[in-house]
């Protein structure tokens, strides 16, 4: 045995300066020039609860929390205290030829919140639950066709990738996985049409689109549950962003009281340390994939059922429990979208908030007036999209909040707080916005100093 081992923590403080320059010759370096074009490299240091702090000790707002994993926050207590359990007691992990104690647990406390569902199948990530979620629709149905909707995000590998419209993420990558096919969100006739041939193994959907934060109408998911066990079609929800309490519901279709065939976890499950997905379905599917002995192992993923991953997911659903997050969720997803939403009647390039709980979609779109009318048309001209820039970047640098634009080419910002956000910090976000709102409606204006150079680089880009 060595005298000493390898000391990490004192290895981040030691090469933390150089993170930059190590990503840009090792990693991807245009990660790297796109943070400091926007001035994002402030080299955080520490993350905890809601909070980041960066290099000089400064505090964030977090509202992007990992793309929604830490609905806990980051580096929560109980979840270290779990993962340190595990690391503490010499478990027999991943011995293959057994099967886990901790993943009969973590299925069993899962489907107490999904009770209409029986079995589950554990991923490493919400792609690769997507992935299993098509190979066991074709395979319990017979049938060669999947079904999604436009403007749908549901992962990058090749299977997710082919159920996605976005040219952006297809570009370079094509042909894709033939027999998918996407109608429009919200569409049912649309959906009745493509399913009538029941030649559909599945209909995958995000119940809100986590891309724009798209609503559903009333009848939408019911609707569709509907139409599938018409068509003997399957009924995916992917609930891999909306799950796990983000909508102030443990899943985001009981607001609209669905009961799909399967339903895709993952994100938050993981607390934000050790990723993991999950697939619930129905017994009557798992079965004709898992079917006799000789197909045991069928399908099936090595570090899926680890005993970190299983204790992490453990311990995060004990969290949201013991400290009533799908609680706190409704509740400050209510009081937040309730506050953006009497700014829009104020700012002529505000158009709407929505969403569920916390997890909520603030639109921009066209003004009316003439001055900024020019100066939106200049940015949309360059680069679409690039007005939800003008918002991110002060609320960044100036606020320190940390946001996202829902995806390429939108003008929706999105919040994705951790579920543990406080009547101050929701005061923070509302201030916050409203500075950065009204001053973007000051023409000529820093804001607009600040549009100005994004549309240098998105020429500069393009030529």
């Not at 910002?413 to 973007?440: R, Y």
Request: with cysteine; net charge neutral.
């Amino acid at each position: 045995m060595p005298d000493s081992y390898l000391d990490v923590s004192g290895l981040f403080v030691e090469r933390q300066a150089q993170r930059s320059s190590m990503h840009a010759r090792h990693l991807n370096e245009q990660l790297v020039r796109v943070l400091k074009t926007i001035g994002y490299d402030v080299g955080f240091q520490k993350g905890q609860g809601q909070y980041l702090f960066d290099r000089d000790g400064a505090r964030y707002l977090d509202l992007l929390s990992g793309f929604g994993v830490f609905a806990i926050g980051r580096n929560h207590p109980a979840l270290r205290l779990a993962l340190k359990g595990v690391l503490d007691s010499d478990f027999p992990n991943l011995v293959q030829l057994d099967v886990s104690t901790l993943a009969g647990v973590l299925a069993e406390r899962l489907l107490e919140h999904v009770p209409y569902l029986d079995k589950v199948f554990f991923a490493n990530s919400g792609a690769e639950t997507v992935e299993a979620a098509i190979k066991f629709a074709r395979g319990a149905t017979g049938r060669p066709g999947i079904v999604s909707c436009s403007h749908s995000f549901h992962g990058l590998s090749y299977g997710a990738l082919s159920l996605m419209d976005d040219a952006n993420f297809r570009g370079g990558f094509e042909p894709l996985l033939p027999g998918c096919t996407q109608i429009t969100f919200n569409d049912l006739a649309a959906l009745e049409q493509a399913l009538s041939s029941r030649q559909v193994a599945a209909f995958i959907v995000e119940p809100i689109q986590g891309k724009g934060v798209n609503m559903p109408s009333d009848e939408f998911l019911p609707g569709a549950a509907a139409l599938c066990k018409k068509y003997g079609t399957i009924f995916i929800a992917d609930e891999i962003q909306t799950g796990i309490g983000r909508t102030g519901k443990f899943l985001a279709v009981e607001h609209w009281n669905v009961e799909p065939d399967m339903v895709l976890l993952a994100k938050a499950l993981s607390g934000g340390h050790v990723p993991v997905g999950a697939l619930l379905t129905r017994k009557s599917i798992f079965d004709k994939i898992f079917s006799q002995m000789d197909r045991a192992v069928v399908h099936g993923s090595t570090f899926s059922k680890n005993d970190m991953a299983m204790a992490a997911g453990i311990a995060t659903l004990d969290v949201i429990k013991q400290e009533k997050l799908v609680e706190q969720a409704a509740k400050r997803g209510a009081e937040l979208r309730l506050a953006l939403t009497r700014m829009v009647p104020g700012y002529e390039l505000l158009k709407e908030v929505r969403g569920k709980g916390l997890m909520i979609g603030i639109e921009f779109g066209p003004p009316k007036s003439l001055k900024l009318k020019a100066s939106w048309n200049l940015l949309e001209t360059a680069n679409k999209g690039l007005f939800c820039q003008l918002i991110t970047v002060p609320l960044f640098k100036d606020h320190k909040i940390l946001t996202q634009v829902s995806g390429h080419g939108s003008h929706t910002i999105k919040l994705l707080p951790p579920l543990v956000i406080t009547e101050e910090d929701c005061t923070w976000i509302e201030k916050s916005f409203d500075d950065v709102i009204a001053a973007s409606h000051k023409v000529p204006g820093a804001i607009w100093s600040l549009g100005k150079t994004l549309v240098d680089n998105a020429v500069r880009k393009s030529a």
